[in-house]
C-alpha cells in the first residue's frame, strides 16, 4: 500500500500511554439461564437442571422490544477475585468449528481453574475478571435484561484433556451429541451414556421469551464440564461458564 | 557538499520515519495511530537530540562521522529488534505496555541521533561561511531563486537585502526540508513499491554510510581525498570507525543487491511465526513455500503441520497447504470447497440457475467463486482491485486444482478497478452479490465495511437481491460483529439470514461447523434456502438449510457503525493468541 504521514502528532512519550493496543473488549454477557449439572446417581450421565421460567434472563446489549429491564443484576457478578488470569492463555478455535477466515482464538490454557473468576454460581467465569464491574458500571444505559426460553438444550463430548487444552472450541454451538428441543423447567437426565473423563459442554439456544421480539436468537449460553475419575467414581471437577462477550 | 549532506541525511532520517511508521502499522495495526504516534515520537526525539548535542565538543567534527555511523547501525538493527518482538515467545508476566514502549524504542534512538545532524551541520557551515565559493551555476540559480523570494515576501514581511543572522541557518534548514520531501518521494514513488519495506531500512541504511563516507572522504585529515589545505573543516577518527562504516557499508550494499531474498527471508520469518501465534502454543508449525508481493497486497502460500499432542482436528493427513493475502487467510485445502459451497452454493438455491440471473462477485481474484458461479451458469461481473494478483493464479499449480481456468467462463466480465470506482460508475443491477473479501485485519479494509459500501450495495441490488458474505463469528470477535452489524443495518439492510458451511476436515465421517455466512437484504425477507434447487452439498446438508430462516438485522446499543470518515476501529480484529491480563 502506498501511503504517506498525514497526521503531526503532538508528540511527547505520554502519547504512547492508553493509545497503543490496549484491550477494551467488554466481558462476557450476564445470564441465568442452566441452574446446575450434575452427574446421575449411577454417575453415567449428566442431569441438567435449567431455571425456572420466570427466573431465566440474559443481558444484553440487542436493542429489542421487551419488556426488559435495564442494567445488570448480581447473579454473574464477579465475586470480586482478583485473581490473575495470566495462567490462562487463550486458545485456538480449532475444537470442532473449523473454517478459518472468521473462526478466531479464544479458549483456556492448562490449569487456572481455582484462580479463574467466579459466577455467583460458582462457576469458573470464561473471560470473566475484576474489570467487568467497571465495564458494567460504565455501560448501564446499554445494557439490558431480557426474559428468555431455552429453544434448544445441547450436550457433546468436547474431548479429552489434552484435546481441551489444544483445542479448545471457545465459545458458541458446537456439534452436539444430543438436543432437547423446548425443554421444560424439569430436570432433563440426558441420553449421554458411559459418561468418560474430559470435556462435555452443555449449550442452551436461548430466544427472547416474550413481547414483540418473542423469538428471537440471541445465541448460546454454555457450561464446560470436565469429568475427572476418582477414588470415589467419576467427578465433575471443573466448570466453566463460557459465554460470548456481551 | 556539507548542504549536499544536509539533504542526503534529512532524506534518510525522514524516510526512516515513514518505514517505521509503516512497520508498526503491519505489526499492531491502526494506521493513523502509528503513523501519528510514530511522527511524534520521532519529532520529540529530534528535539532531544537537538538540546544534547549542547555536549558535544565542537571542534570535533568527527561527531558528525559516527552520528551517520550510529544511526546506519541503529536503523536496521531497530527494524529487526521490532519483528523479533513479534514473534518471540516472551514471559507472559511482561505487560503489554511494556512491549508497546520498547517497540518504539528504536524510533525514539533515530530520532535522537538524527536530532544531532542538524545542529553539527549547522556549526560547520558557520565555520566553513566565507572560505568557499560554490560553482558558478549554483551561484547564478541562487541570484535567481534569492531575487524572487525577496521580491515575493516584501510584500507581506519586513526584509533586508543585506546579509542578515538567519544566512546561515536558513540554507542549511532548507537543505534539511528538501531532504525531507525527497525523502518522502523516494520512499512513496520508489522504495516501498519497488523493494518493500524490509529492503528499504537497509537501502536507506547505505546512504547513511555512503554520506559519512563522503564527508570522511572530504574533510578527513588522514582519509581526506581533497589537500588539508583547501579546508576549514578537518577531523580526525579512529581507524576502526572507518573500518566499521566501510563494512556495514559492504554488507548494506550486499543486501541491498539481493533485497528479493533478505526479504523473502524476513517475511517468512515473521509470517510463519504470526501464523503460529494463531494456534496454542506448539501445536502448529507453519513453513513458507512461495511468497510475492504485488501493488496492492503480499502473497503467502504456506504448509501448516499439526504439532500437537492431542487427535488434529483441523485437517486431515500430515500437512495442509493455505494462501494468505497480508496476513489474512484466504483459504486452504481443507476448507476450501465448504467454504465456496457456502458462499455460491446455498445462495444460488434461491435464483434462476441460468444467465438471467445477474451476479455481482466482490474480490475472488483466485477465480474459485467464479468457477462454482460457472457451474451455476449465471451471468457474472467480477471486480478485484489487484490484476497481478489474478493474472499470478491463473496459472498457480496450486489454485488450478480449485478454479479449472474459470477465468476463460464466457458469462465471465472482469473489472480490474476499485469496487467504490466500480459503484459509483455503473447502473446495472445485480440479483446476488457475494463478498469474496479479506478479513477485517487492518485499517486499509476498513472502507470495505462501511455504511457507504452497503449503502452502495443496496443501491445495485435488483428487487429480490441480496448479498451475501462470509463474516466473522460472534461469540469470538464479538465487538467486531456487533460494530458489522451496525454498520449492515445503518446501510439500510433490515434483514439478514444467518448460515454455517459444513464439512469434515479430518475426515473423521463427521460434519462439523465451518464458516458463517450471513445474506443480508434492504427489502425485507427474501425466498429462503431451497436445498432441492441445490447442489449435491446443499442436498446433502438439506435439514441444516431448511431451518434457517430470515430475521432483523441485530441492532446494538453503545456502538457506532463504521463509516468512511468516521471509523469504528472495533471492526478491526486481532487473530493471535494472546494471553488475558488483569
Given at each position: 500500500m502506498l501511503r504517506t504521514s498525514?497526521?503531526?502528532?503532538?508528540?511527547?512519550?505520554?502519547?504512547?500511554?492508553?493509545?497503543?493496543?490496549?484491550?477494551?473488549?467488554?466481558?462476557?454477557?450476564?445470564?441465568?439461564?442452566?441452574?446446575?449439572?450434575?452427574?446421575?446417581?449411577?454417575?453415567?450421565?449428566?442431569?441438567?437442571?435449567?431455571?425456572?421460567?420466570?427466573?431465566?434472563?440474559?443481558?444484553?446489549?440487542?436493542?429489542?422490544?421487551?419488556?426488559?429491564?435495564?442494567?445488570?443484576?448480581?447473579?454473574?457478578?464477579?465475586?470480586?477475585?482478583?485473581?490473575?488470569?495470566?495462567?490462562?492463555?487463550?486458545?485456538?478455535?480449532?475444537?470442532?468449528?473449523?473454517?478459518?477466515?472468521g473462526r478466531g482464538a479464544t479458549g483456556r490454557g492448562s490449569g487456572g481453574y481455582s484462580?479463574?473468576?467466579?459466577?455467583?454460581?460458582?462457576?469458573?467465569?470464561?473471560?470473566?475478571?475484576?474489570?467487568?464491574?467497571?465495564?458494567?458500571?460504565?455501560?448501564?444505559?446499554?445494557?439490558?435484561?431480557?426474559?428468555?426460553?431455552?429453544?434448544?438444550?445441547?450436550?457433546?463430548?468436547?474431548?479429552?484433556?489434552?484435546?481441551?487444552?489444544?483445542?479448545?472450541?471457545?465459545?458458541?454451538?458446537?456439534?452436539?451429541?444430543?438436543?432437547?428441543?423446548?425443554?421444560?423447567?424439569?430436570?432433563?437426565?440426558?441420553?449421554?451414556?458411559?459418561?468418560?473423563?474430559?470435556?462435555?459442554?452443555?449449550?442452551?439456544?436461548?430466544?427472547?421469551?416474550?413481547?414483540?421480539?418473542?423469538?428471537?436468537?440471541?445465541?448460546?449460553?454454555?457450561?464446560?464440564?470436565?469429568?475427572?475419575?476418582?477414588?470415589?467414581?467419576?467427578?465433575?471437577?471443573?466448570?466453566?461458564?463460557?459465554?460470548?462477550?456481551? | 557538499m556539507l548542504h549536499g549532506i544536509a539533504c542526503i541525511v534529512a532524506l534518510c532520517s525522514f524516510a526512516y520515519e515513514l518505514v517505521y511508521s509503516e512497520l508498526l502499522t503491519v505489526m499492531y495495526g491502526g494506521t493513523v495511530t502509528q503513523y501519528g504516534l510514530t511522527i511524534g515520537l520521532f519529532f520529540s526525539s529530534l528535539g532531544v537530540g537537538s538540546f544534547l548535542v549542547r555536549h558535544f565538543d565542537d571542534a570535533q567534527h568527527s561527531n558528525f562521522f559516527r552520528t551517520e555511523v550510529y544511526l546506519a547501525l541503529v536503523a536496521p538493527v531497530g527494524f529487526l529488534f521490532i519483528l523479533w518482538l513479534n514473534t518471540a515467545a516472551l514471559p507472559q508476566v511482561l505487560p503489554n505496555g511494556m512491549v508497546q514502549i520498547a517497540a518504539r524504542l528504536p524510533v525514539v534512538v533515530v530520532g535522537v541521533l538524527s536530532g544531532f545532524e542538524l545542529p553539527l551541520l549547522l556549526s560547520m557551515v558557520q565555520t566553513e561561511a566565507g572560505s568557499t565559493s560554490p560553482p558558478g551555476w549554483v551561484k547564478r540559480l541562487g541570484r535567481v531563486v534569492e531575487n524572487g523570494s525577496y521580491r515575493l515576501l516584501s510584500v507581506v514581511f519586513h526584509t533586508d537585502r543585506e546579509s542578515t543572522e538567519y544566512d546561515t541557518y536558513s540554507t542549511v534548514l532548507a537543505m534539511d526540508y528538501l531532504g525531507g520531501l525527497f525523502g518522502a518521494l523516494v520512499y512513496v514513488f520508489v522504495l516501498y513499491p519497488r523493494l518493500g519495506l524490509i529492503p528499504s531500512v537497509f537501502v536507506l541504511a547505505l546512504l547513511n554510510c555512503l554520506a559519512a563516507i563522503l564527508f570522511v572522504a572530504r574533510f578527513s585529515d588522514r582519509w581526506g581525498i581533497t589537500s588539508t589545505g583547501d579546508?576549514?573543516?578537518?577531523?580526525?577518527?579512529?581507524?576502526?570507525?572507518?573500518?566499521?562504516?566501510?563494512?556495514?557499508?559492504?554488507?548494506?550494499?550486499?543486501?541491498?543487491?539481493?533485497?528479493?531474498?533478505?526479504?523473502?527471508?524476513?517475511?517468512?520469518?515473521?509470517?510463519?511465526?504470526?501464523?503460529?501465534?494463531?494456534?496454542?502454543?506448539?501445536?502448529?508449525?507453519?513453513?513458507?513455500?512461495?511468497?510475492?508481493?504485488?501493488?496492492?497486497?503480499?502473497?503467502?502460500?504456506?504448509?501448516?503441520?499439526?504439532?500437537?499432542?492431542?487427535?488434529?482436528?483441523?485437517?486431515?493427513?500430515?500437512?495442509?497447504?493455505?494462501?494468505?493475502?497480508?496476513?489474512a487467510i484466504?483459504?486452504?485445502?481443507?476448507?476450501?470447497?465448504?467454504?465456496?459451497?457456502?458462499?455460491?452454493?446455498?445462495?444460488?438455491?434461491?435464483?434462476?440457475?441460468?444467465?438471467?440471473?445477474?451476479?455481482?462477485?466482490?474480490?475472488?481474484?483466485?477465480?474459485?467463486?467464479?468457477?462454482?458461479l460457472r457451474d451455476h451458469g449465471v451471468s457474472v461481473d467480477q471486480v478485484d482491485l489487484d490484476g497481478e494478483f489474478m493474472e499470478r493464479t491463473k496459472h498457480s499449480e496450486f489454485l488450478e486444482q480449485y478454479h479449472n481456468d474459470a477465468y476463460e467462463y464466457d458469462h465471465l466480465t472482469v473489472y480490474q478497478q476499485d469496487i467504490y470506482t466500480y459503484l459509483q460508475g455503473t447502473d446495472r443491477e445485480y440479483d446476488l452479490v457475494l463478498l469474496d473479501l479479506p478479513g477485517a485485519k487492518s485499517d486499509d479494509l476498513l472502507h470495505l465495511y462501511s455504511v457507504e459500501f452497503y449503502s452502495m450495495l443496496a443501491d445495485r441490488l435488483s428487487d429480490d437481491g441480496v448479498v451475501v458474505t462470509w463474516g466473522y463469528s460472534g461469540y469470538t470477535y464479538g465487538p467486531h460483529n456487533k460494530a458489522y452489524m451496525n454498520t449492515v443495518r445503518e446501510a439500510g439492510f433490515d434483514h439478514r439470514m444467518a448460515y454455517y458451511a459444513y464439512n469434515d476436515p479430518d475426515a473423521d465421517g463427521t460434519d462439523q461447523l465451518g464458516e458463517r455466512f450471513f445474506m443480508f437484504s434492504p427489502d425485507g425477507p427474501q425466498s429462503t434456502i431451497t436445498p432441492p434447487n441445490g447442489t449435491d452439498y446443499v442436498r446433502n446438508h438439506s435439514e441444516k438449510y431448511r431451518a434457517v430462516d430470515w430475521s432483523e438485522t441485530p441492532q446494538y446499543a453503545g456502538i457506532e457503525p463504521n463509516s468512511v470518515f468516521d471509523p469504528n476501529y472495533e471492526l478491526i480484529v486481532e487473530t493471535r493468541v494472546k494471553t488475558e491480563k488483569q
Open positions: 498525514s497526521i503531526v502528532a503532538t508528540g511527547g512519550l505520554t502519547a504512547i500511554a492508553g493509545c497503543i493496543g490496549s484491550n477494551n473488549e467488554p466481558p462476557p454477557r450476564k445470564s441465568n439461564v442452566i441452574d446446575n449439572i450434575e452427574l446421575s446417581a449411577d454417575g453415567t450421565t449428566l442431569r441438567i437442571d435449567p431455571f425456572a421460567e420466570s427466573n431465566r434472563w440474559v443481558q444484553s446489549r440487542r436493542d429489542l422490544e421487551v419488556n426488559a429491564s435495564a442494567g445488570p443484576t448480581n447473579q454473574t457478578r464477579d465475586n470480586g477475585s482478583t485473581a490473575s488470569l495470566s495462567a490462562l492463555s487463550k486458545l485456538s478455535p480449532v475444537g470442532t468449528a473449523r473454517a478459518a477466515k484462580s479463574a473468576p467466579r459466577t455467583a454460581n460458582g462457576r469458573a467465569w470464561f473471560w470473566g475478571g475484576s474489570y467487568t464491574n467497571g465495564w458494567y458500571d460504565d455501560h448501564d444505559d446499554e445494557v439490558s435484561q431480557y426474559p428468555v426460553d431455552i429453544a434448544t438444550l445441547g450436550v457433546a463430548y468436547i474431548g479429552s484433556n489434552a484435546r481441551f487444552e489444544e483445542q479448545d472450541p471457545g465459545p458458541g454451538p458446537i456439534n452436539w451429541d444430543d438436543t432437547y428441543d423446548s425443554p421444560t423447567d424439569a430436570e432433563i437426565e440426558t441420553s449421554v451414556q458411559e459418561l468418560q473423563p474430559g470435556w462435555y459442554r452443555v449449550g442452551a439456544n436461548i430466544v427472547v421469551a416474550e413481547g414483540p421480539d418473542e423469538g428471537t436468537d440471541l445465541g448460546w449460553e454454555c457450561i464446560d464440564l470436565r469429568v475427572e475419575q476418582t477414588v470415589d467414581g467419576k467427578e465433575i471437577t471443573e466448570r466453566w461458564k463460557v459465554s460470548p462477550r456481551i | 579546508r576549514v573543516i578537518n577531523f580526525r577518527e579512529h581507524r576502526a570507525m572507518l573500518v566499521a562504516c566501510l563494512l556495514l557499508t559492504a554488507v548494506y550494499a550486499g543486501v541491498s543487491v539481493q533485497h528479493q531474498a533478505v526479504d523473502d527471508e524476513l517475511t517468512g520469518y515473521y509470517m510463519e511465526s504470526l501464523i503460529e501465534d494463531e494456534h496454542p502454543q506448539d501445536t502448529v508449525s507453519a513453513s513458507i513455500t512461495d511468497q510475492y508481493t504485488t501493488r496492492n497486497q503480499q502473497v503467502i502460500r504456506y504448509e501448516r503441520s499439526w504439532d500437537g499432542e492431542s487427535e488434529n482436528q483441523l485437517f486431515a493427513g500430515e500437512s495442509d497447504t493455505c494462501l494468505r493475502l497480508d496476513s484466504q483459504l486452504c485445502d481443507s476448507w476450501a470447497d465448504s467454504y465456496h459451497h457456502g458462499l455460491v452454493d446455498v445462495p444460488m438455491t434461491m435464483y434462476e440457475n441460468s444467465t438471467e440471473t445477474d451476479v455481482l462477485l466482490v474480490g475472488g481474484g483466485d477465480w474459485i467463486a467464479a468457477n462454482y
